[in-house]
Structure formats: structure tokens, C-alpha cells
């Protein structure tokens, strides 16, 4: 064999043998079952209402998912959750009965609006500060009008509240004596560049527990005992008779979600909301006070005289603020 022959034939092999490694390098390996990615397993949030909902049940739907998937972002919920843990109160018929209030000096104040008692409180006239428990578990005892009262899971109503409702858009109602300063607000809120409207506004008892069942069952179908269904729903959803939307003087503003207070909407509201009369009814550091997690959308009537000294007291809650006025009404009384 000459030279230029055993030169050819091992060129021709060292071909050969190229395109062999090619497609051996070409070919896919099976996969290993072990080196694919673990998903994390979380624990799973019960699907958490509003307190209070859209009047539409597929609007509520859409708002429990918004706050489920909003709480399970943040490790606050466990505040929250503690505060539900709590018996909810007999009805109002079983308390005693309230009393008339007159202001310290001996006379009713009641306001041109046709509010009731209403006095100014000075800083250093304010009682000593209460534990959360005390504020939570805390019984009106005065009649202080028809604006101030107080409606948690410790002040509970045994029927419907008999007032004149009146249409504030969209078929939602309230009370005709506040719907004035409900108009004036979301117009003001507007006019100043911000989008605004009354999402949800007056509820029956009938239609509130319709709330709490159908949040009940949906706990229930994530696979819940009956008694964790109704802990996590106490949480989120007023009981029929403890919602402050029976009395028609609470409004919950657009969407139903946490994000609301990153809006200007909200910004607007915090800085003039009293000055209409309005109040936020559950804010985010008093959910032991209140009984119920951070809704920033939900705004409570209770007159401007009373608002704005809260504001200015730097009173969070309602609940503190009835008894702060109690308290002063007791003092007065039996000195």
C-alpha cells in the first residue's frame, strides 16, 4: 500500500468516525426524574370575605379571592386571626338598657343635623388608656343618637334598623339623614381628580347571614372542619346583627382589596373624610380593638362634630371613642 492510498483511508475514517460523534452528541439523554424543580408547599389561607361585601354575590366572590390572595403575601394575617378567636356577644335586647345622655354641665348638645349628644372633649379630660380586650368586649350603655351608634360583635342588633333609606346610586341605599354628606363627599372626592363610588352600603340581617353561610361553605369545601369554617369566616364577615351596614350610615368604596389605601382616592379620604362625618371603621393596627382585619374601603357616618374630634384627639376607633364619651357622661353624672 502506498502513501498517498494509507493517507486517503485514514482521512476517510477520521470522517466516519466524525459524523459517529455527532450523532451520538445529538442524541437527548432521558431525563432525571430527581433533578426536576420541587414546588414549594405553602399552607394554604382559608378563603378570607370581607367583612363586608359588594351587594352582587360574584362581586364578593371576586373580592374574598383579591383579600385571600393579598393575606397570604403578608404574615400580619396571624394578628388578625387572633382576634377572631373571640366569642361573639349577645344581641342588644339582652343588654341593659341605654340610657339618655345628657354633656357634662347638665344639657343635651344636639347639633343643627339632628344628631345627638355632642360635646368637646379636651386632651387632658381623656380616661386612662384601656387594654384591646376591654375595648373590644366594651357594651354601649348611653343612647348617644341615632349617628353614634355602636355595632360590633359586642353590640349586636336583634332586628332590622327602622329608618327611611334612600338611593344613593345604583340601588344602593342609606340613611336618608346622612346621604347628604355621602353625596357631598364622593362629589368633593371627584372634583378633585380622584375616582370614587359606593360599592356596598345598606344590608338586611336576612341578607348578612346569607354572607356568612355562603363564606362558611366555601371554608367548608377547602376542606375545613365546621369549626375552623366558622372561625376563619368570623374574621372577615360580620355576623347577621353585628354589621355595621344594617344601620345604612357604612359605605365600602371601590374595589374591595387592600391596594385601595395605595390610591389617591384613599389618600383623599384620609385627609377629608371627617370633615363629612366619616370615619375608617377598621384600620389596620386595631383589629383586636375592632374584632375584624384592616379594611381600608370601609367608611362609618357618624356626624362631623364627632369626626373631626376624633381626628383630633388621635382616636383610632370607635369602640375607644364611645367609651371615651361614656366615661366623661359616668364622671359628670355621679359627681
Known sequence: MNASRFLALSLAL?????????????EKLPEDPSSEPISEVSSFEPDPEEEESSLSEEESSNRQEEVSQNNQQESSSVKNEASSSRPVQNEVSSRPAEKP???????????????????VIEKE???AKQSDEFYFSYVQQYDLGWNMKLLNKSNMLSADVDCEL????????????????????????RQAGNTIWAQSTHRTLAYQQKLMDNQIQKNLNLGYSREEAEYYSLLWVAPSGGSEHHLG????????TEYFENTTTFAWLQENAARYGFILRYTEEDTEITGYGYEPWHYRYIGPDHAMQMKELGIKTLEEYVYTVEYLLDKQNNA
Do not use: W, Y
Open 249 to 256: 350610615l357604612a359605605v365600602d368604596f371601590n374595589e374591595i
Open 14 to 26: 477520521l470522517i466516519c468516525l466524525s459524523l459517529l460523534f455527532a450523532s451520538c452528541a445529538n
Open 101 to 119: 345622655a345628657t354633656k357634662p354641665g347638665g344639657s343635651a348638645a344636639v347639633d343643627n343635623e339632628g344628631h345627638g349628644i355632642f360635646f
Open 166 to 189: 334612600v338611593d344613593v346610586g345604583s340601588g344602593r341605599l342609606f340613611d336618608a339623614r346622612a346621604s347628604k354628606a355621602l353625596n357631598q363627599m364622593i362629589s368633593a372626592c
Open 125 to 127: 379630660d381623656l380616661p
